[in-house]
């Protein structure tokens, strides 16, 4: 660790984030088909039973149960209960009828078998007991309560959950306006990809990796392009961008070299709250408020830009948009390498998972080697303290997929 400064230690700069973030966005009906990834503004309740009723649950014929050990025959009511198109008499006792799979089951039975298990001539059906009443039926109400809540508020809606209330009877919702995200890349090195390539230049990486990434966690993209190391540009760009983004995440400029302007930027406003942090890749993160708006201002290198947008903005921008703080699930797994670990930072590797289970991790990690990141499915994360880690030591991995990549 460098001597003279302070390095705010990860966990310390998880509970700042924590506490002083609150929700931004206000509240909108939407379709519940448009639904997947937005954030519900309070508990969705069902406004009906699933089932509705009790149904079949295959092809088969109906009767009252229970039906004991042995021989039994039943006469075949002349009519037949399908999906959609239900029988509404009432099956005789002693009496069985069709029945489709998810079909009400009618008054008069309770109990269905399958159509495998029978034989018969059309006119009634013979099978061997016993069967349980109840048999091969959904009862009304199993899956979900009238009334009942079925998803928390703050809830960020997965595909699943919109056939869950689709169910229920929910076909509106009441969500959190999408968060506004603006994400900017500084430096005057920085070309748009593809284009013309020339000495001195480097694509700009950041730009199109959180911008995706953004849009993956389910918020509205606002990009602001490059901006050139031109302190009086960026600042005009923040003025803007403060205008129309809930948040500002920035790329670059965020160390304390001649040509990082955004770390000076925001110390001009006395707003940089928190700047260095005891972290591997992601030292400079640079944290502060432009004219109300919170801005990350994310180090340069691409892989510490991915790492600390994963590991610091994700749970603030989820607090922002109203979802609350979420902490990445973690494993336990073999480590696949061997590592001697300084203590004082914590560190985050790539890494992927083995067939076998186990963790390895990618050849270098200088951080701007950004293949890695395509190469890795996911972090190792290594704790503040120093640690020997062997072939067979298990370290905590942290899927991509788990922080919403
Ligand atoms: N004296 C010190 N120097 C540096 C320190 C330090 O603590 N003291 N930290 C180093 C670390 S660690 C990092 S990370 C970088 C981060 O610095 P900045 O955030 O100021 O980033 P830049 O200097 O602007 O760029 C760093 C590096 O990344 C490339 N870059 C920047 N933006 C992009 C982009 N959008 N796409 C692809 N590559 C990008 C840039 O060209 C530089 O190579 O500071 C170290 N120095
Ligand atoms: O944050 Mo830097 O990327 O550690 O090299």
Redesign the pocket.
Request: aromatic letters at 2%; glycine letters at 18%; a negative charge.
């Given at each position: 660790m460098?001597q003279g400064?302070y390095w705010t230690p990860v966990a310390d700069a998880l509970a700042h984030l924590r506490e002083k973030l609150h929700p931004v966005c206000g509240v909108e009906g939407i379709p519940l088909c448009q639904g997947a990834n937005r954030i519900l503004a309070g508990p969705a309740i069902a406004l009906r039973a699933h089932p509705p009723a009790t149904n079949s649950a295959v092809d088969g014929y109906a009767f009252s149960g229970p039906i004991p050990e042995g021989a039994h025959e039943l006469t075949l009511v002349d009519d037949r209960s399908a999906a959609g198109d239900p029988y509404t008499g009432v099956v005789p006792a002693g009496h069985a009828i069709r029945i489709l799979t998810g079909a009400d089951v009618p008054q008069g039975t309770d109990t269905i078998i399958l159509q495998e298990d029978i034989t018969t001539d059309g006119k009634a059906i013979a099978f061997n007991g016993p069967l349980k009443t109840g048999s091969n039926a959904r009862q009304a109400g199993e899956d979900m309560a009238r009334g009942q809540i079925i998803l928390p508020g703050q809830h960020k809606l997965k595909p699943c959950d919109l056939a869950t209330l689709a169910s229920a009877g929910v076909g509106r919702l009441n969500v959190r306006k999408r968060l506004r995200v603006g994400i900017l890349?500084?430096?005057d090195?920085?070309l748009e990809p593809g284009a013309m390539a020339c000495p001195g230049k480097?694509?700009?990486?950041?730009?199109s990796m959180l911008c995706a990434a953004i849009t993956r966690w389910g918020y509205d993209v606002r990009d602001l392009g490059?901006a050139p190391?031109n302190r009086d540009t960026i600042k005009a760009t923040l003025d803007q961008a403060a205008r129309d983004c809930d948040v500002i995440l920035t790329?670059?400029?965020?160390?304390?070299?001649d040509?990082?302007h955004?770390?000076a930027l925001l110390q001009n406003t006395g707003s940089l709250a928190l700047w260095?942090i005891a972290i591997?890749?992601?030292?400079?993160l640079?944290l502060g408020i432009w004219n109300k708006t919170p801005v990350f201002?994310?180090?340069?290198?691409?892989v510490?830009?991915a790492v600390c947008a994963l590991l610091f903005a994700r749970p603030a921008l989820s607090v922002l948009a109203g979802a609350g703080w979420v902490d990445p699930v973690s494993y336990k797994i073999p480590a696949a390498f061997r590592k001697n670990k300084k203590g004082g930072r914590q560190e985050y590797l790539r890494a992927r998972m083995t067939p076998e289970g186990s963790a390895e991790i990618f050849g270098s990690e200088g951080?701007?080697r950004?293949s890695g990141l395509s190469w890795a499915t996911g972090l190792v994360a290594l704790p503040d303290e120093a640690v020997a880690i062997d072939i067979g030591t298990p370290v905590t991995y942290i899927p991509f997929g788990e922080m919403g990549l």
């Open positions: 460098p400064a890349s500084t430096g090195e920085l480097i694509y700009d990486a950041n730009r490059i190391d790329s670059g400029g965020a160390s304390a070299g040509e990082d955004i770390s260095r591997k890749p992601g030292r400079p640079a201002g994310l180090p340069g290198n691409p510490a830009a951080s701007g950004v």
